[in-house]
Nanobody, 124 residues
Framework: QVQLVESGGGLVQAGVSLRLSCAAS????????MAWFRQAPGKEREFVGAIRWNSGNTYYTDSVKGRFTISRDITKNTMSLQMNSLKPEDTAVYYC?????????????????WGQGTQVTVSS
């Protein structure tokens, strides 16, 4: 059974950094891609960024480019989201997700597995 478990969320002030982790278990993710999505109160879940597991290639939504970095540790089966220069508009529940294809997708419906989410709150 595949499980994705996020950790690292919290309440921080604008301008600081925070690192989220996603621990994956239940299968190997070679030839797969993993992503971070987020959902702010009253809004739809949106794509943040993703990484191809084999190559490490990444892609980000425009609003986080240059501030957020996704990485993965193949030996530990974990994915991380380093968030720098956080803004109040980054406040959301952050979810990690995985799909069984070696390509990056920004579409929620493409993803087969989801974590339970971790709250990130950025105060001004």
């Amino acid at each position: 059974q595949v499980q994705l478990v996020e950790s690292g969320g919290g309440l921080v002030q604008a301008g600081v950094s925070l690192r989220l982790s996603c621990a994956a278990s239940g299968r190997t993710f070679s030839n797969s891609a993993m992503a971070w999505f987020r959902q702010a109160p009253g809004k739809e879940r949106e794509f943040v960024g993703a990484i191809r597991w084999n190559s490490g290639n990444t892609y980000y939504t425009d609003s986080v480019k240059g501030r957020f970095t996704i990485s993965r540790d193949i030996t530990k089966n974990t994915m991380s989201l380093q968030m720098n220069s956080l803004k109040p508009e980054d406040t959301a529940v952050y979810y990690c997700a995985a799909h069984l294809g070696d390509f990056i997708s920004t579409e929620l419906r493409r993803y087969d597995y989801w974590g339970q989410g971790t709250q990130v709150t950025v105060s001004s």
